[in-house]
Nanobody, 118 residues
Framework: VQLVESGGGLVQAGGSLRLSCVAS????????LGWYRQAPGKQRELVAT???????NYADSVKGRFTISRHNAKNTVYLQMNTLKPEDTAVYYC?????????????WGQGTQVTVSS
């Protein structure tokens, strides 16, 4: 399973970016998908998740500003980020999770840098 993120970059505070993550080598539609981020000197934290059924969950810090979505036919998960703040600056990672009663498999992308200037 391979996950490849794109869409990061430098943006001014208040601006928007859309991250994309394309998966290969798996039955994408069965996976729960998520976006996580890690700022310098901090632990990786959950940003948003979306289940195979389309249910979403967001960190409080991004609710109302970020939207996660998936397009199973394109094997792609998106993160639309609006009203960006300097504290959103981090490396953003795509996650794919397959959970069964017997095991949980997690897959990660290589990360994409998002920098928000004030």
């Amino acid at each position: 399973v391979q996950l490849v993120e794109s869409g990061g970059g430098l943006v001014q505070a208040g601006g928007s970016l859309r991250l994309s993550c394309v998966a290969s080598g798996t039955i994408f539609s069965t996976y729960a998908l998520g976006w996580y981020r890690q700022a310098p000197g901090k632990q990786r934290e959950l940003v948003a998740t979306i289940t195979s059924g389309g249910s979403t969950n967001y960190a409080d810090s991004v609710k109302g500003r970020f939207t996660i979505s998936r397009h199973n036919a394109k094997n792609t998960v998106y993160l639309q980020m609006n009203t960006l703040k300097p504290e959103d600056t981090a490396v953003y990672y795509c996650n794919g999770r397959l959970a069964t009663p017997s095991y949980v498999n997690d897959y990660w992308g290589q990360g994409t840098q998002v920098t928000v200037s004030s």
